[in-house]
């Protein structure tokens, strides 16, 4: 029967030759929702437009979206970035070799179709030296096509897209992070390749919800608000996250619930220590779970973080308790961590049940 329903769904393809948006990437998770959210009001999503997201690693599913793309009107390949986001650069690079599937793919497209590129990640950027397909970037720097600036911080974030000499203000609410702003910035560029105007994007994009665990705003216990940002942590991702605690002045304390982040290899101890060096200019109480991140506590108690304002424990269970008594309204608690980590069971512990 599914292989019955497959060939009609097929030759609904071939026949109605829909448009296809492949979102591939670091980001490709997030862009997608950001991509869905602008286009739905004015697409009917999975029949006149087609929006998928891969990894590119898997031969059957490659092959699918090289059928897609052979029968599509007008096919749009989203690449977000390969290397990870600096919070402090607004260039950076990524490993050549994570892009040889995205090469191959982008080469299948015909010459009607369209890249949209991440400026900011040079390796994203000289993907367009291997095509001949139109071209749409978008980042932080000068150069890209839609680009993001004056970014401000409140329970969301807030910034101006510059376009074709039109400045425009678009505003995404309950999440941060430059991730989110790439997310924001690519679903624009697909929006105005199928003739929306900025206007139009601006208003949809309002409705643009995060994923849970990347820089998600939500509400917690004792009239507290939680940044769950429990899906994956890099280095420079916790030092972002923490530079924004930071920078946000509408609450009334801010803590850092933090977990280890894994896989860095023999440079652990001066990760951590390196996130440590910005505890204390940027959070109220610090709490740490994991062997790794005592790195973290150690760091911020010798730039000057007092001892009573510091809690380490090794294990979720040990902790929590702790950390729920000291919750107090107005808090502003950013949960961060590696995935291994299971830093999203602190969320469920601490969030508000509605």
Known sequence: MSEIFNFFKDFQIVFKKPKVVIITGEGRVCAKEAIKCVLSPHFR????????DSELKKEREIKRLNFLIKNSQLPILVITHVGDIPFDKDFFAGEIEKTYEIKKLAKTIPYFGY?????????????????????????FQKGSDFRAEEVKLNRGVNFKVSYKGNIVPFWIEGTFGKEQIYSGLSAIAVGTILGLNLVEICQSLKNYSSIPG????????????????????????????????????????????????????????????????????????????????????????????????????????????????????????????????????????????L
């Open 45 to 52: 999503i999975g029949k006149d437009v087609l929006i998928l």
């Open 115 to 139: 890249l949209v590129l991440n400026f900011d990640d040079e390796t994203v950027r000289e993907i367009k030296d291997e095509t001949n397909l139109n071209e749409i970037t978008f980042g």
């Open 214 to 353: 990347k820089m998600k705003l939500i509400e917690g216990i004792k009239n507290s608000w939680i940044i769950d940002d429990t899906d994956s942590a890099t280095i420079f991702s916790m030092i972002e996250a923490i530079e924004i605690l930071g920078k946000i002045n509408w609450a009334k304390r801010k803590i850092a619930v933090l977990g280890d982040i894994i896989g860095i290899g023999k440079y652990t101890i001066e990760a951590h220590e390196a996130i440590g060096e910005r505890i204390v200019k940027n959070v109220d109480l610090l709490f740490t779970f994991g062997q790794r991140t005592k790195f973290i506590s150690q760091k911020a108690f010798e730039r000057g973080m007092d001892s009573e304002k510091i809690f380490h424990f090794n294990t979720i269970k040990e902790g929590i308790s702790t950390l729920k008594e000291k919750i107090q309204e107005g808090d502003l608690i950013l949960v961060d961590g590696s995935r291994e980590m299971k830093m999203k069971e602190i969320v469920d512990e601490i969030k508000k049940i």
